[in-house]
């Protein structure tokens, strides 16, 4: 098992776990804010399974049907999540209403208190191993995975304070008020993740950063007259560039390979997980 999917699994254990112990406390408690973070963990789950299953796609080789491999399925996965996010939002808020509209009360407010800790703690060390493995294999979709788990910590420490709150002032209508809060945010971060998925599927180009990387690479070899048709995307963790070179008419053939291939080098030293497609072309403009 990769990596990638080592974490991801880890991910689906420690939100079953968190589903579960959410889902009892809030019923014994009749917290409509432990509730909705039951629901919230719910949707995790089911996000850490969509998450495993794509970076174990993502990982398959190249074949026949996908020449250019399989990495958009982790795109495919983080805007899954995001809709998922913020389904979870809207369940939230339309239960928080009701918990206001039919008066709120609150039992063994302790259990709340205690799960709400455990919670913080637990998404805290999993998502930060998440981020780690998604920033060393460049992985959307274990980043959004990460981000899931994230929204889930802040959260979470939004429920502990209000219910400490709560039981120290002896105010209940802050649960659902709380719970409102906490979906608002997950919302926005819903809204983050469905642009960073999609831009990958519309085939956006690298960051300017990166771009302006491989200029100065191409850029650095005196045979290269000129160049155009610079496209670059990205799918999953692989990044795919080609673009056009303009060489002297006069550059022997084995000359002008050896420099797509010290280019093709150069970018991927600077520039990892790249596929580059280059094509030499004769300079009218700079014939010997």
């Known amino acids: ?58 990982s398959d080789p190249c074949d026949e049907k996908h020449p250019y491999g399989h990495g958009k399925s982790e795109s495919i996965s983080g805007l899954i999540e995001a809709v998922l996010i913020f389904s979870a939002g809207l369940i939230i808020i339309i239960q928080s209403i009701e918990k206001i509209a039919s008066g709120s009360h609150i039992e063994k407010i302790e259990f709340g208190i205690y799960i709400m800790l455990f919670s913080t703690f637990m998404n805290l060390i999993v998502s930060k191993m998440l981020f780690k493995v998604a920033k060393e294999e460049d992985s959307l979709a274990l980043e959004a995975d990460a981000q899931h788990l994230m929204t ?3 959260t979470t420490l939004g429920v502990f304070g209000g219910l400490v709150l709560i039981k120290i002032f002896n105010l209940p209508l802050l649960d659902p008020i709380i719970a409102i809060l906490i979906a608002v945010f997950i919302i926005r971060v819903s809204i983050q993740l469905t642009i960073k998925a999609i831009d990958p599927l519309m085939d956006r180009h690298l960051p300017d950063a990166e771009i302006e990387k491989i200029k100065q690479i191409i850029c650095s070899e005196p045979e290269v007259k000129a160049y155009h048709k610079l496209r670059t995307r990205k799918s999953g963790p692989q990044r795919h560039i080609d673009f056009h070179i303009l060489v002297k008419k006069s550059l022997h053939i084995d000359k002008a390979h050896a420099l797509t291939e010290r280019l093709e ?11 580059v497609v280059i094509h030499v072309e004769p300079s009218d403009h700079h014939e010997e």
């Open 1 to 58: 098992m990769s990596k990638k999917a080592k974490v991801a699994a880890l991910s689906i254990f420690s939100n079953t776990l968190l589903v579960l112990s959410k889902a009892v406390v809030g019923i014994i408690t009749g917290s409509i804010s432990v509730i909705s973070e039951s629901v919230h963990s719910g949707i995790d789950l089911i996000a850490s399974v969509i998450a495993y299953y794509s970076v174990k796609i993502s």
């Open 152 to 154: 889930d910590v802040y």
């Open 265 to 275: 080098e150069n970018i991927k030293l600077k520039l990892s997980n790249s596929e």
